[in-house]
């Protein structure tokens, strides 16, 4: 089981808070490196910002980070998820 603090099913896609604790305890930054295999294994992809990452001159760039990783996927039967390209557009809500 995987736990993100955003998910998009369609994008198998999770996004991560990291405050400083992330990078400062230890065990909870071992913790992460796990989270990030085991979800990379069960077929998830996770992009982790700080708060850094969503001040004013970088707010622009994350979102773009996250609209660009936004490609669909589709789980064939009894199989692997499989990343698909979609050419239209993505409408984002922000």
Not at 74 to 81: E, H, I, K, N, S
């Amino acid at each position: 089981m995987c736990r993100f603090d955003l998910y998009w099913e369609e994008f198998a896609l999770g996004g991560e808070f990291d405050g400083d604790g992330h990078r400062t305890q230890r065990g909870r930054w071992r913790g992460d490196r796990r989270a990030d295999r085991r979800a990379l294994l069960l077929g998830h992809r996770r992009l982790r910002v700080t708060s850094d990452d969503l001040m004013p001159d970088r707010r622009h760039e994350t979102v773009e980070e996250f609209r660009t990783s936004m490609v669909p996927v589709r789980a064939p039967v009894g199989g692997r998820l499989v990343r698909t390209v979609d050419s239209s557009p993505l409408v984002m809500p922000w």
